[in-house]
């Protein structure tokens, strides 16, 4: 089992900047894919950006140039820097990662708890 653990989420005012970071506890998981999506009520969850294991990204059109993914293998955590938020970005952003277990062909993904961003002034 894995568990992510995120933290960074608030209240900011538009043009600011905020960090999430999301932990994984890991026992014999080999993480492939890492993200960051995000949800508002009503709506799907969205990938906000995305890393692979070999350090692939990608962005949401909405966020590129405002938004920065990074990850830590050594450390298993997963970092978004979000900086010139706008009201739009608000939502609940999970962290998402995928992987295989012993060698095991067969992905897995796991999802954090969520973390709250709101961008009002």
């Known amino acids: 089992q894995v568990q992510l653990v995120e933290s960074g989420g608030g209240l900011v005012q538009p043009g600011g900047s905020l960090r999430l970071s999301c932990a994984a506890s890991?026992?014999?998981?080999?993480?492939?894919?890492m993200g960051w999506y995000r949800q508002t009520p009503g709506k799907q969850r969205e990938l906000v950006a995305g890393?692979?294991?070999?350090?692939?990204?990608n962005y949401a059109d909405s966020v590129k140039g405002r938004f920065t993914i990074s990850r830590d293998n050594a450390k298993n955590t997963l970092n978004l820097q979000m900086n010139n938020l706008k009201p739009e970005d608000t939502a609940v952003y999970y962290c998402?990662?995928?992987?295989?277990?012993?060698?095991?062909?067969?992905?897995?993904?796991?999802w954090g708890q969520g973390t709250q961003v709101i961008v009002s002034s």
């Open positions: 998402n990662v995928d992987g295989t277990y012993g060698g095991r062909t067969e992905f897995y993904d796991y």
């Open positions: 890991k026992y014999g998981f080999v993480i492939h894919n």
């Open positions: 890393v692979n294991s070999g350090g692939n990204i």
